[in-house]
């Protein structure tokens, strides 16, 4: 018999925070192997701020426990802090420093030897293009900059353990692109574990090994994004209508090659194994019950069918976070 | 053969040894916090123009105003020696990087500090020995303008130091309150705010003249005052020389603000550090 030990980077048990009473977390259990991505979706208010802060011990449990590369959160946050780098929602820079001061700084605070700085201050402003801005003062970086630098100052002291808390939102899709790249980059080349909250479907789908997906405090599903959408059904098709869908269930319901339908508002989503064969039955249906249908759509899974189907509501985007300029 | 795939809880290897994050020790976490809040004041020197400017200027105008009449009084009073623990306490008072602290909680950059290895209290006394190094310059131009007046130290060339020691001390006791009003509720308007604390710490007590010369409540407030007991031991370097009793009660004065403010600040961080 052979035996493989997988290395666990990231575990809670029943990991519970709570604001005056409110309850933010609510017994959470995670168990990420190392080397994984790891991908936390969820909408806004679902509570994964709250978990990334507790893992990265700025924030104290109030129930439950938590490990991150072998530590515990709450009793060894000194071992935890040197294994893990974060990048927070907002970047967390400091606009009157250059970003080389930045740089510098962190990788002195991470213990690192003074020689190496310089080398190491160079190769990251490289790795994220700012070679030419890293004498300028934060504040007149643009946004998509910030980010980068911020990112890279999650880097300096090269973590095995990497949170990532929504790297993306409000950058431009250029700018989107390069982190996702460089999110890839860091955990195939270098092995780095990469805890990443998201509330971009896209985002946690494409780079995600496995995906967590919480709602009001709790996670409800877990899985690959394959697995979490196979789940839901091979294929979608989505039925806007006039007036009220719910009646309509029951009666798409028998058409065959059907699998599950439900109703969100005026909205139908049908989950079927072949969705080619069934969408004309599906329209049939539909025209024999006399309801205007606005439109018919045929089209894979998504991870916020997944979400609405767990949830009965979709993950939606703030839109004040829409995308920012480069300047 | 049979794959059995075990989960195991260990501390994750990985990265160069070069760039291993590791502990540096509480000095160098410090010295580092330290270096960067200084190296911040060149950027920032709104912060510590004013007080200087403050001081240099009352400095000269109550001489100006008040030596002839003070003079007059007592023989052999010298107003300027007098005034001149006024215009270095009116100088350092309130010099610190709280308000810097307080925009380093609002940009994030407090959570980036908070998640590096160093210790919390690292953070906060880097801050406090940059505003004692601040405190320290700033006494400078001050003590090179009474020298220039002509203001000479009865208790001789080593009363200087212990002059800037004691005043760059109550500059740190002082700051505490800033720095608890910052971690405390994190908004700029309220640590700009604890100047107010400023008035009557500075203008209750024997700012302008001697204790006897005070009457009626000021006598009695100044006398709660512990500023009144610091400028009696400044004044007692600069005009009567080694007073050990008055330099014990100066001493005492900022022990004892100090055991309150620095009991506030690390309460506020504390509290900070709890809710996250």
Known sequence: MCTTATTTAISTDGLVRQFNGLTAVDHVDLNIPEGQIYGFLGPNGAGKTTTVRMLCTLLAPTEGQALVAGFDVATQPGDVRLRIGVALQEAALDPKQTGRELLRLQGLLYGLPKSEMPRRVEELGKLIDLEDALDRPIGTYSGGMKRRLDLVAA??????????????????????????????????????????TTQYLEEADTLADRVGIINQGKIVAEGTP?????????????????????????????????QTVEAHGRELIIATDNGSSAISPVAVALAQCEVAVRDLTLRTPTLDDVFLDLTGSHIEVDATEDEEDER | MTTTTVDVVAPVSGGGDALRARPAGFVHDVSAIAGRALRAVPRDLEAVMPPIFIALFFFLVNIATLSKLTEGVGGGFDYKAFQMPTAILLGVTGVSRAGALVLDVQDGYFDRLLLTPISRLAILLGHMVADVTVAVVLTLPILALGFILGVRFESGVLGVPVFILMAAAWNLVFAAFGYAIAL???????????????????????????????????????????VTYLLEGLRSLVLGGWEWSELGKALIAIVVVGTISMSLCFGALRARLRSG
């Open chain 1, 155 to 196: 880097l300096v002291h090269n973590p095995q353990i990497l949170f990532l808390d929504e790297p993306t939102t409000g950058l431009d899709p250029a700018s989107r692109a390069r982190v996702w790249e460089e999110v890839r980059r860091l955990n195939q080349e270098l092995g780095m574990t990469i805890f990443l």
């Open chain 1, 226 to 258: 394959d697995d979490l959408k196979r789940a839901v059904g091979a294929d979608v098709i989505v039925a806007r209508v006039d007036g009220d869908a719910a009646p309509l269930c029951p009666i798409l319901q028998k058409v065959p090659g059907v």
């Open chain 2, 184 to 226: 405390k509720t994190g908004n700029p308007a309220a640590v700009q705010s604890s100047f107010l604390l400023f008035f009557p710490f500075l203008f209750l007590t024997t700012s302008y003249v001697p204790r006897n010369q005070l009457d009626g409540w000021l006598d009695t407030v100044a006398g709660f005052n512990p």
